[in-house]
């Protein structure tokens, strides 16, 4: 069984993690995906696709309701279905053989593939460290206004941290291009002159990038 939290249609990580770090319950939900046990019989060595009709039985004869939900499944073209879930911006599919038991390690017959989204932001700021940088401050702009993003503090080398520092040093700015100034004490502020390229699994309800990894740097 998996603990989610639904925002904005679709299940989220980053607010789970919230509600979980507050101790509010008020809006998990429990998806139920499989079943190993019933009355005392072990149902790990029938097929998954068998232990999923037992799993729907039970919630149609108790008839159980939210919070606790049945996990559907779709059976088909794996490829298709995780192009949709990147399209919609999930974070990912869950592939199973429907004929294999249950085992409790991971197996060729149980993958969990992650969708990547990839898009380019302007460069706000960076943290400085002997080399190079440490990190990179990230905006976006929506409009007229240059959004907060985040930063990102992985996806270079020691060569590409000090290539990039290089660059960045040309623009430094005294303050903030930031539409509303964020209050960071280590932060190096530049004029939004260069974009970063950046891959990140997800965006968080406070609008944040989340796993985010660097990819390239270049001028608008």
Do not use: C
Not at 134 to 148: F, P
């Amino acid at each position: 069984m998996a603990r989610l939290v639904v925002h904005d249609g679709r299940t989220n990580f980053s607010e789970l993690q919230a509600e979980l770090a507050r101790g509010d319950q008020n809006r998990l939900l429990y998806y139920a995906f499989d079943l190993l046990w019933l009355d005392g019989q072990d149902l790990r060595k029938r097929p998954q696709i068998e232990r999923k009709v037992t799993l729907q039985g039970l919630f149609d004869s108790y008839r159980l309701e939210p919070p606790v939900l049945f996990s559907e499944h779709l059976l088909g073209d794996g490829q298709q279905l995780f192009e949709h879930a990147r399209t919609l911006k999930y974070e990912g599919i869950i592939s199973k053989h429907a004929d294999a038991p249950y085992r409790s390690e991971r197996t060729e017959a149980w993958l969990k593939v992650k969708t990547v989204q990839r898009e380019k932001f302007p460069v706000v700021g960076f943290i400085k460290d002997p080399t190079g940088v440490a990190a990179l401050y990230l905006g976006k702009q929506l409009g007229k206004e240059l959004v907060y993003m985040g930063k990102v503090g992985t996806g270079w080398s020691r060569i590409i941290s000090s290539q990039i520092r290089k660059q960045l040093d040309t623009v430094v700015s005294p303050k903030s291009k930031l539409t509303k100034p964020i209050r960071k004490p280590k932060a190096t502020w530049v004029e939004p002159s260069f974009v970063a390229d950046i891959e990140y699994r997800d965006i968080t309800s406070e609008g944040l990038l989340r796993a985010s990894s660097f990819k390239g740097l270049s001028r608008k």
